[in-house]
């Protein structure tokens, strides 16, 4: 979405070269592709790319939704495998009752300015995805302002929660720390990728490494120097955990 929106703004500033003409997109630019669908003068064009902004973001408010949900839905999954959901429970649930869920299955909480970043989404999403959203602008029911430099996110009392960014595979995301330059990754966002590492059994992970390692190349098991591969995705994907060699290989055998 930055990139389209970058593009548009580089576009609208190209089309000032051509501002002024009567001339069409396509007889001043007919080698772009695409370029033939917009019969449009250079300063039509650029009224609606100056506008980009605006509708790209309602754009991706829908789409920002639907990868949450579905990454909430891979953290249930997760947990189910842990034992600590019903098994179902990921296909079933949508998005407004996920992270009640994930509560209950953590013994954590969602910070109410963190759901309340959802909420302010909420109404936008409504419009393309109402059976998120049965009667509820805020996930439980509640409108709160949000504050923004609020970073409860996910926490269990008595304890501080790490802040962890995404990288890759579902369980990397969940797993790894976030870098010191990636910037602030904060809120509900943030809560859900720290949950299941707070919560899944560390034979889960090692098992998720494994599976991860696999996926590669599904003939390391094989492999005489899968320890020493395990390991080393295990360092650099999942580093936060800290699972040792003798995790690894007990993990390798189950397999």
Aim: contains cysteine.
């Amino acid at each position: 979405m930055m990139a389209l929106l970058a593009g548009a703004q580089l576009a609208s500033h190209l089309l000032q070269l051509t501002e002024g003409s009567d001339r069409l997109l396509p007889e001043v630019y007919p080698r772009e592709p695409h370029v033939g669908r917009f019969n449009l003068t250079s300063e039509a064009a650029r009224v609606m790319l100056q506008a980009a902004d605006t509708h790209l973001g309602a754009m991706s408010v829908p789409y920002a939704l639907s990868i949450h949900e579905d990454y909430l839905k891979t953290c249930l999954a997760m947990l189910e495998r842990a034992g600590r959901c019903s098994m179902g429970t990921a296909d079933r649930l949508k998005l407004h009752a996920q992270h009640a869920e994930v509560e209950r299955a953590t013994a954590g909480r969602f910070g109410a300015d963190s759901l309340a970043q959802l909420g302010h989404a909420a109404p936008d999403a409504e419009l393309h995805y109402p059976q998120w959203w049965p009667g509820k602008s805020v996930p439980g029911g509640q409108d709160r302002r949000l504050d923004v430099d609020n970073r409860d996110g996910l926490v269990t009392p008595g304890e501080a929660q790490p802040s962890w960014a995404p990288r890759g595979r579902p369980g990397r995301v969940c797993a790894r720390r976030a870098d010191p330059g990636a910037g602030r990754d904060q809120g509900v966002g943030s809560a859900s990728k720290s949950a299941p590492a707070a919560s899944l059994p560390r034979e889960q992970w090692a098992d998720m490494v494994v599976d991860d390692l696999v996926d590669s190349d599904p003939h390391v098991l094989r492999a005489p120097d899968r320890l020493r591969r395990a390991r080393g995705l295990a360092r650099f994907h999942y580093q936060d955990l800290g699972l040792t060699s003798s995790e690894l290989a007990a993990a390798l055998a189950r397999r």
